[in-house]
């Protein structure tokens, strides 16, 4: 068991060795393409539901 277990783990390392890191840069720009895309899709749901709401409060009343 603990041979297997140590194979796994020299395997899990060289795994980790080929992958290919993003740079400080790609990773700050990575980063602020999906905070402006959450903030635009939440937004864009916000407008959505306000519009729902009020189109079901005025065919339904409240």
């Known amino acids: 068991m603990f041979a297997k277990t140590g194979k796994f ?3 899990v ?3 980790g060795n080929k ?6 840069e790609e990773l700050i720009g990575s980063t602020i393409v999906t905070v402006v895309t959450s903030v635009l899709v939440s937004v864009f749901i916000f ?3 306000q519009i729902l709401t009020y189109g ?3 065919v339904f009343g409240g």
């Open 13 to 15: 390392r060289a795994e």
């Open 56 to 58: 079901f409060t005025q």
């Open 47 to 49: 407008i959505i539901d």
């Open 9 to 11: 783990l020299k395997e």
């Open 19 to 24: 992958v290919t890191w993003p740079t400080r």
